[in-house]
DNA sequence: GTCTATAGCAGGATAGAC
DNA sequence: GTCTATCCTGCTATAGAC
């Protein structure tokens, strides 16, 4: 550590990393193009983590995971607020947190690309976020929305229902130029809260299930 | 075609090449790699398709367009049996079709794999799909469901709909190992009758939406 | 149509100067 | 910590025999 920069390599190379593995996916990308991107030498990589892989690796516990904290620190800190927040809070606090929440859109697409490019091809990195952030975060989603659910549905019932928000908040984000393209130029306006108005809306109804016109 | 083994060496070329498409992703698939599982020679992909672009575009061209065409055919069968379809027989008709449809485990992880690859990294294969298999499918799930829908609900609700419910059935499909095992091993048998049920209850109570207690 | 052989190049990784 | 130079493997693609 004797060279000062404006930044470190270290961490440049894990930023410009991050944008091109989900931009283009592992493979697609040579360490070359990301040194390159990092204006610093191409034996930097291996210096500094000792392959393509770890580098890989690096870019998930590094800035993937504290990321994903912030995201949960969002959320947790918007349902905190009363003692039993209502199922509409914790849903839209879910959404937004999600949808339109700490992360620039930029960093939201990488976050959603690198986590959806595991989903498809898991590596390594997968077991770590499935162990460190989504199965806690469902665990607390099922627990807050219990008291909107009905009372006799049962354990399944209840982790599907958090599946199936968790499913709308992963490809809303990942369709979304799809989904502009299909709603056409009309309404770019504000689309995101619309979206997160949307999910909203279907995801209280679709777990109020079987329980439709009485309330909690 | 002077040589007529068990299977030509072209359509042995295809299947092996989309099953490690699929699996490992364009990039990490080598034509060494794709040959070899087809018991053929390294240059006979550069003689039947020119190079490993074309041979991806042509899994999707004379594979995938097919299969999801015989998604579409089994969709279509199960609701045209009443001239007015309830929203329930579209809904379940649309999840049977695409999580329990004609096609084997086998393949429809595949079929879904490969089209999630193209939505986070789009290629050529990406408009083709959207063009002549999600924009079809769309327009014509809008039109069906729009009976069970408030009648208020103004065109881009009903998109979003739509968009909801394809985005649990492509979900439930991706995560399906995920969610096994999160449910845990004690629920193995009829997994898949249990999350379809799930997905056409949560699907219709989110598509009522706007409409809760009062029913159109 | 299928094969061998090989051209030609891009990739990951490392050794060693500074 | 950073850089140059280089090794070597593995890749795509093609030319040409059969």
């Known amino acids: 550590m004797k060279n000062h920069r404006n930044e470190h390599t270290r961490e440049r190379i894990l930023d410009e990393a991050e944008a091109l593995f989900a931009l283009k996916g592992y493979h697609a990308v040579s360490i070359r193009e990301i040194t390159g991107a990092a204006r610093c030498n191409l034996a930097a990589v291996n210096y500094h983590f000792g392959n393509k ?5 690096e870019v998930y516990r590094q800035r993937w995971l504290p990321r994903a904290e912030r995201v949960r620190q969002s959320f947790q800190n918007s ?3 009363t003692p039993v927040p209502s199922a ?3 849903v839209h606090s879910l959404a937004r947190a999600f949808l339109d929440g700490p992360l620039s859109n930029e960093a939201r697409r990488r976050h959603l690309r690198l986590i959806v490019g595991e989903l498809c091809q898991p590596t390594e ?3 770590l976020v499935v162990e460190r952030v989504f199965r806690p975060l469902l665990g607390s989603l099922i627990a807050d929305l219990r008291t909107a659910m009905p009372v006799d549905v049962d354990e ?3 982790i599907l229902n958090a599946f199936s928000i968790m499913a709308m908040v992963l490809y809303f984000n990942l369709s979304h130029p799809l989904i502009k393209s299909v709603l056409g130029t009309s309404s770019d306006n504000d689309l995101k ?5 949307h999910l909203v809306e279907f995801s209280l109804n679709g777990i109020a299930g079987g329980n439709r016109g009485s309330d909690k």
């Open 53 to 57: 892989q770890n580098l890989y690796l």
């Open 79 to 81: 349902i905190k607020t």
């Open 88 to 90: 509409d809070t914790v």
């Open 125 to 127: 990195a997968f077991e």
């Open 156 to 158: 399944e019932q209840a």
């Open 193 to 197: 809260t619309r979206l997160v108005d």
